[in-house]
């Protein structure tokens, strides 16, 4: 490798760098710009073919609920202008189909793969429009402001799903699921679609940057590691009082049982 | 007991003070003063060592916190508040969090002593309770304990709010809302505290200085008044062989206590660092400054003050029109009854106590809490009343933690504060009885040998042999409760004075209740048939020795 070292030193070396590396990102970005037109078009040129994929599975699972042509019985509600959005999130977190109907219909392994997902939702979109999955680019959480997210977060998500995102209770059963699993894509549906016992936030109420910044502190919350410790779940001051009182006091009064032990019985009394 | 002298060093130091300040009869005295071993009797050092811990550690954080309200941009290392409007106070705090060197680490230590400092106060307060060491001397001292728990219970509170992040925004919040329900005054109580509006300039900066400064100073010198009165008064000790009122066993203040309580110290600081070190307490980082338009799931207080909070939560929302004034039931009453009934109820127990019992006598025997079933039964009613109104601040926790509906545990908390501490009451009376009951059958059957014995009609029974007379002299330690000289009718069937009247007839039935449960550990006649057959009465008469130890009245033979 010595004639790398040897090449690098050259005056020369640095321009040349920069435009090789200028020159692969211009020949990448051609070779894959097309091929993302393509895969639109695919997209479109598949739709009708998802759609009735899409029904199909629709049929076999969901109908038994949702009736025949999704507009609803009396076990669960129409699916027409719900959108995309809804059924990618309800599918995908595995909330549907949903099995028994509790106060509740929890987060579960999803039973449907990606495409079928892709697929049921391009069904019911085509029912009657609705809010459509987002985009990579809207929720990406790199590009969103974290500080901004906060502050939305404590003001309008913090109240349900606590102020790290660790779930909470809500009346009649029911509960706010801690927010450790969705994806960006989720987050993102969940404020769009208002699932359940949720609120919609609607693209007044939270524009599409907005709620990108609302996914970046909810990822990076949940990943960014505990500076003072263990976080003790991250609830607050219950989980903090019980710790206190059964590690702390507990350790502390085995110490003062162990010091006033007596030793085992001798002959003299103290 | 050793007596020793002490030796050259300490025995030095105390004639330096002695040709200075006359001290030496005393302080020698002193040296040698008793303490007995009980780790129970260690609870009250754990609330000291961690009191002295908090002096510390808090003198460290005003190097740093800034109690101010003036708003600031945060540019500080935590990326994720970056260009977020903020309080000084909660600015500084931050700072201290992640840029001062070992700061993180002086606030939790900071907070988990402030958490161990209350949670020991309330368990040596239950120790002092439990064994009737409040009695005649120590009535003072038990008030002067009460008065250091309240201060602690509003230095912790006005530790927390300091910060001015999400959750102490809240508790603030609710500080207010409590204030201004106070009828009449409530208002004008609240501008004078907050000097204007919510939350104001001025309240942050007040609450600092109450914080550090005020009740410290006052907690000092109650500790000291605390610690010279026990020194005066000495230990109280449970009964046992060669115990008695006189004298107090154990070990003396130097050298052997001395050590030992050193060693002691260093594991209180030992657990309260560790805990500071492996378990984040109070991250105010993730709570986000204090607005006023947010809110969070889990908004708890400390948990010392989650009983008043969950008062709060199981409090129907009450509210009266009184000549124009909304009387807000929902937050006077959560507010001040738990509180007022503990505290006020604690505080007049002694009292009530020797005035039901007539017993005026000095105490420095510990009563063993089965001894004494209505106050053990008192006591754990107040402990279930306290710890279910401490849950029921909790509820969201445990709703989403067990998965039960938040509305159903409200509910629950309701019924359960009136019917936990009657059962508790009833239950723990059961036990004490039973405990008694098996106390008795020690000393007049003796305990079980393990050896299997056939009798001449085939039946097994097993041999009983005589207690221990270190067991035994714990068992007769008990003090009988002197007969209350109120005569109830005198010779012509008139009730006496004393006894007419409501307080009359309110003493006597207090005194019932004090006195009723008494299994007599001396006599013969109770505890008997339930209990078996037992082979010293048929194989060994005379199993039962006369304990020469023995009470007031001795152990007799059958
Ligand atoms: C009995 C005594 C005390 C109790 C129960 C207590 C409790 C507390 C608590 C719970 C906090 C909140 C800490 C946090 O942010 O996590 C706090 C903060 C603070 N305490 Fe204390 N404290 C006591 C004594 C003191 C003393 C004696 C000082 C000073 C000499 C002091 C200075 C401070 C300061 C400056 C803060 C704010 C800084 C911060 O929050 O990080 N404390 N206290």
Known sequence: ????????????????????????????????????????????????????????????????????????????????????????????????????????????????????????????????????????????????????????????????????????????????????????????????????????????????????????????????????????????????????????LGLIVIAAMWITARKPKKKHNV | MTTQAPPKAVDGAIGFLDERFGTAGFLRGKMKKVFPDHWSFMLGEIALYSFIILLATGTFLTLWFKPSMSEVVYNGHYTKLYGVHMSEAYNSTLRISFDVRGGLLMRQIHHWAAVLFVASLTVHMLRVFFTGAYRKPREVNWLIGLGLFTLALLEGLFGYSLPDDLLSGTGLRITQ???????????????????????????????????????????????????????????????????????????????????????????????????????????????????????????????????????????????????????????????????????????????????????????HIADRPRNAPFRTAVGMTAVTFYGLLWLAGGNDVIADKFHVSLYATTWFFRVAVFVGPAIAYFVTKRICLGLQNKDADILHHGVESGVIMRLPSGEFIEVHEPARDEDKAVLTGKVPLPELAIEDEDENGIPSPSARGPLGKLRKNLNQAFTADDVPVNGHDEGHDDTGPHAEEDLQPGGVEPGGTGGSRAISHH
């Open chain 1, 1 to 248: 490798m010595k004639w790398i070292t040897a090449w690098r030193r050259r005056p020369w070396a640095g321009y040349a760098v920069v435009l090789a590396a200028l020159a692969i990102i211009g020949v990448a970005y051609a070779g894959v710009s097309p091929r993302t037109d393509r895969a639109q078009a695919a997209a479109a040129a598949a739709s009708d073919q998802d759609v009735a994929k899409g029904k199909q599975l629709f049929n076999q699972a969901c109908s038994s609920c949702h009736g025949a042509n999704a507009e609803g019985t009396k076990n669960a509600p129409s699916l027409i202008g719900v959108g995309a959005a809804s059924v990618d999130f309800q599918v995908s977190t595995g909330r549907m189909p949903a099995m028994n109907l509790g106060a509740q219909i929890p987060r579960k392994k999803p039973v449907f793969n990606e495409e079928q997902t892709r697929q049921i939702a391009a069904y019911i979109a085509s029912l009657g429009g609705g809010p459509a999955i987002p985009s990579k680019d809207q929720v990406d959480p790199a590009s969103g402001d974290a500080a901004m997210g906060g502050k939305l977060f404590r003001a309008n998500c913090a109240q349900c799903h606590n102020f790290a995102g660790s779930g909470g209770a809500l009346t009649g059963g029911k509960y706010a699921p801690p927010l450790d699993k969705a994806t960006p894509e989720q987050i993102y549906e969940a404020m769009l679609t208002g699932p359940q016992a949720m609120p919609v936030f609607n693209d007044t109420t939270l524009t599409p940057a907005q709620k990108r910044a609302i996914i970046a502190y909810v990822t990076q919350t949940r990943s960014e590691p505990n500076p003072g410790g263990n976080g003790l779940g991250r609830v607050g001051p219950v989980a903090e009082g019980l710790a206190g009182w059964l590690v702390g």
């Open chain 2, 177 to 363: 809302g409590v204030m201004q329900s106070i009828p009449l005054v409530g208002t004008y109580l609240f501008y004078f505290a907050f000097g204007g509006d919510f939350p104001g300039h001025d309240f942050i900066p007040r609450l600092y200085t109450v914080h550090v400064l005020l009740i410290p100073g006052i907690l000092l010198a109650l500790v000291g008044a605390h610690f010279m009165i026990l020194w005066h008064q000495g230990h109280t000790q449970f009964p046992g062989k060669n115990r008695a009122e006189k004298n107090v066993i154990g070990k003396p203040f130097y050298p052997v206590f001395m050590i030992k309580a050193g060693a002691f110290f260093m594991f209180t600081f030992a657990v309260i660092a560790l805990l500071g070190t492996f378990a984040q307490i109070n991250p105010i980082w993730l709570f986000g400054p204090y607005t006023p338009d947010a809110i969070t799931a889990g908004s708890q207080p400390d948990y010392y003050m989650g009983f008043l909070e969950g008062a709060l939560r199981i409090m129907p929302n009450w509210e009266t029109n009184l000549w124009g004034h909304t009387v807000s039931w929902n937050v006077l009453v959560p507010a001040l009854v738990p509180l007022g009934l503990i505290m006020t109820g604690a505080a007049l127990w002694p009292f009530i106590e020797q005035w039901a019992t007539g017993d005026k006598r000095i105490h």
